[in-house]
């Protein structure tokens, strides 16, 4: 059965930053299949970072701030925000088998992220 399971994140000032993990069981995943999704309060799920097969991609309102990452010997991944803003205040999902639609097969719990300003 596959879980994806993140943690790190909480309550931070404006400016500060976090570091949001994601453990990944059940199955080992291409590095291009995952990626990290939000959802905003009274906002639709966006897209934020996923690996690409020339790198990464990010969303243009995080690129430059954001950055993803990945533990393979783990089976793990990462989304390192820095420069945080009160806008990037969501419940952040670790997803996996990205589909071409933009969404994900397998998506994790989520975990809150909040910026205070």
């Known amino acids: 059965q596959v879980q994806l399971v993140e943690s790190g994140g909480g309550l931070v000032q404006a400016g500060g930053s976090l570091r949001l993990s994601c453990a990944a069981s059940g199955r080992t995943f291409n590095r291009n299949a995952m990626g990290w999704f939000r959802r905003a309060p009274g906002k639709e799920r966006e897209f934020v970072a996923r690996?690409?097969?020339?790198?990464?991609s990010y969303a243009d309102s995080v690129k430059g701030r954001f950055t993803i990452s990945r533990d393979n010997a783990k089976n793990m991944v990462y989304l390192q925000m820095n420069s945080l803003k009160p806008e990037d205040t969501a419940v952040y999902y670790c997803a996996a088998d990205l589909t071409s639609s933009g969404g994900a097969n397998y998506w994790g719990q989520g975990t809150q992220v909040t910026v205070s300003s």
């Open positions: 690996f690409i097969w020339a790198g990464t």
